[in-house]
């Protein structure tokens, strides 16, 4: 499964280190792609987008569906 999140205050480094973080401990074996001047994040991962956009918002961002 594909899915992409556009996380609007994903602002530097350290958010990235902390939404990848978030999305492989959800998903172990995650593929995540940040593109932090688009806050884009895409993730391959088998669990549902639902699933991922909960644990990214668990860390108290700001995300949606892109
Ligand atoms: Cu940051």
Redesign the pocket.
């Known amino acids: 499964m594909k899915a992409e999140f556009i996380v609007s205050d994903?602002?530097?480094?350290?958010?990235?280190q902390?939404i990848t973080r978030a999305v492989q401990t959800a998903a172990p074996g995650a593929r995540v792609q940040v593109d932090l001047d688009a806050r884009r994040v895409s993730v391959e991962a088998a669990v549902e987008a639902a699933a991922l956009q909960a644990a990214i918002a668990e860390e108290g961002y700001d995300v949606r569906l892109a």
């Open positions: 994903m602002t530097c480094n350290h958010c990235v902390t």
